[in-house]
């Protein structure tokens, strides 16, 4: 019977998927979910999912175009390593060509969308878009390391550093 000593804990491992929460309300933007559960992730196409690490999934689309410009690579990242928790952004990149995300800050600014830097000598820069009633904001790296990307991220969501 000393054998069944590891079970508790096997079943207490079992339950371990992440952090449990329910997902938030849907949102899209430029035809992009920006959040919402696995299901609108799967909806819109989001398919090419992955448990990474057990506490969080990533769905990704290919060639994926957005307000006009692309095609890019996109995902979202879900809470919980079944994707229950939903996802709160959304984030597009090139694979070959860093510098094709401008394509998408040239619309916004011709669409009337502001920016500003969240440039300081401690943290990675980014530009960052956003628009007297939009519920979103634009996140753009400047300095990188490996893709440069671009991230929708809703108003609510404020995990981000904004400037």
Same mark, same amino acid.
């Given at each position: +019977?000393?054998?069944? &000593?590891?079970?508790?804990?096997?079943?207490?491992?079992?339950?371990?998927?992440?952090?449990?929460?329910?997902?938030?309300?849907? *949102?899209?933007?430029? &035809? *992009?979910?920006? %959040?919402?559960?696995?299901?609108?992730? /799967?909806? !819109?196409?989001?398919?090419? =999912? @992955?448990? !990474?690490?057990?506490?969080?999934?990533? =769905?990704? /689309? $290919?060639?994926? +175009?957005?307000?006009?410009? &692309?095609?890019?690579? %996109?995902? #979202?990242?879900? #809470?919980?390593?079944?994707?229950?928790?939903?996802?709160?952004?959304?984030?597009?990149?090139?694979? @070959?060509?860093?510098?094709?995300?401008?394509?998408?800050?040239?619309?916004?600014?011709?669409?009337?969308?502001?920016?500003?830097?969240? %440039?300081?000598?401690? $943290?990675?820069?980014?530009?960052?878009?956003? /628009?007297?009633?939009?519920?979103? &904001?634009?996140?753009?790296? *400047?300095?990188?390391?490996? /893709?440069?990307? #671009?991230?929708?991220?809703?108003n609510w969501n404020r995990r981000e550093r904004r400037?």
């Open positions: +019977m000393a054998c069944n &000593g590891w079970w508790p804990a096997l079943l207490l491992l079992a339950g371990c998927g992440g952090p449990h929460r329910p997902p938030p309300a849907p *949102l899209m933007f430029g &035809g *992009l979910p920006v %959040a919402g559960s696995l299901a609108d992730a /799967k909806r !819109a196409g989001f398919v090419d =999912c @992955q448990q !990474a690490d057990g506490i969080s999934m990533r =769905c990704r /689309k $290919h060639k994926v +175009m957005f307000e006009g410009t &692309g095609p890019y690579e %996109a995902a #979202v990242d879900l #809470v919980g390593g079944d994707g229950s928790g939903g996802f709160g952004f959304v984030t597009l990149w090139h694979d @070959q060509d860093q510098y094709a995300v401008y394509a998408i800050t040239d619309v916004l600014e011709k669409r009337g969308w502001v920016s500003c830097n969240t %440039a300081t000598g401690d $943290h990675g820069d980014q530009m960052i878009y956003s /628009k007297k009633g939009a519920r979103v &904001g634009v996140f753009m790296d *400047l300095s990188y390391w490996g /893709k440069r990307r #671009v991230r929708v991220i809703p400037c």
